[in-house]
C-alpha cells in the first residue's frame, strides 16, 4: 500500500551476499515537501534500513551530495543519536516501532529542524509517571510529543509534561522554539506524526539610492 500514490522505493542492494535489510516494498509519502518512507524490519538491520532509507530519500532531494550518515548525540558527541548528514543540505529523522522503520528527510532550504515519532496502534504505554497529576496523551498525543523532542534535539532530558500544544497545531518547549506538528498517513498499522520548524526566508536586501 502507498499512502497519498507516491512511489515505493526498491529495496536496497544485497551486503555482502546477504539478502537487503528490508525485502518488502518499502512505502513512502509527502507532508507538506517533507518526504517519509517506512518498511518492516530485523531488530539486528533496523539501524542499516534506516540508513538505506534516508539515503533514498535524501538521494532525490540532494541529487550528487555525499550521503554519508553520521549520528551524534547533542550531550556527549559519541556516535549515536540522531542521524546527520554534515555533506548534503538536508535534514534526517528516525523513529523505530517494531518491526517498523521510519525515517523523514527534508531540505534545509525549507526546514531548519525536524523529528519523526511512530508507534504500533495496539502499544500500550504506562504515561502516568510522566504526566502526573495531568491526564497522559494518548498514543497520537506522545508520538507528536516525541516528534517534538526529537525536532528540538534535546530529547528526553526535556520532561515530555513541558511540551506544550496550541489549538492551531503548534507545539513550544521550553528553550526551543515552536514547531508545526503534521500527522502522517501511515495507514491502519502505524501511529505517525512529524514537528518541524520551517525556515524563515532572508529578507530582500534594500537598495540604496
Request: hydrophobic share 45%.
Amino acid at each position: 500500500m502507498v499512502s497519498n500514490g507516491e512511489k515505493l522505493l526498491a529495496p536496497g542492494p544485497p551486503r555482502r551476499g546477504r539478502i537487503p535489510p528490508y525485502a518488502d516494498p518499502v512505502q513512502q509519502t509527502m507532508v507538506e515537501g517533507v518526504r517519509v518512507a517506512w518498511a518492516r524490519s530485523a531488530p539486528d538491520d533496523r539501524r542499516e534500513t534506516a540508513s538505506t532509507l534516508i539515503g533514498a530519500l535524501a538521494a532525490e532531494l540532494a541529487p550528487g551530495s555525499d550521503l554519508r550518515i553520521e549520528h551524534r548525540c547533542p550531550v556527549c558527541g559519541g556516535a549515536h543519536g540522531r542521524p546527520v548528514l554534515p555533506s548534503a543540505p538536508v535534514h534526517a529523522s528516525v523513529a523505530y516501532a517494531d518491526p517498523w522503520v521510519v525515517v523523514a528527510v527534508a531540505p534545509d532550504r525549507e526546514v531548519d529542524a525536524l523529528g519523526i515519532d511512530a508507534e504500533v496502534p495496539d502499544t500500550t504505554l504506562d504515561l502516568t509517571a510522566l504526566f502526573a497529576p495531568a491526564d497522559a496523551p494518548d498514543l497520537r498525543g506522545w508520538t507528536a510529543i516525541e516528534a517534538v523532542l526529537k525536532a528540538d534535539g534535546r530529547g528526553l532530558l526535556v520532561p515530555p509534561d513541558q511540551v506544550l500544544f496550541a489549538p492551531d497545531g503548534v507545539a513550544s518547549v521550553p528553550g526551543g522554539g515552536a514547531f508545526r506538528i503534521l500527522p502522517v498517513p501511515a495507514g491502519p498499522d502505524l501511529v505517525v506524526s512529524l514537528a518541524l520548524r520551517p525556515r524563515r526566508s532572508a529578507p530582500t536586501p534594500t537598495r540604496r539610492p
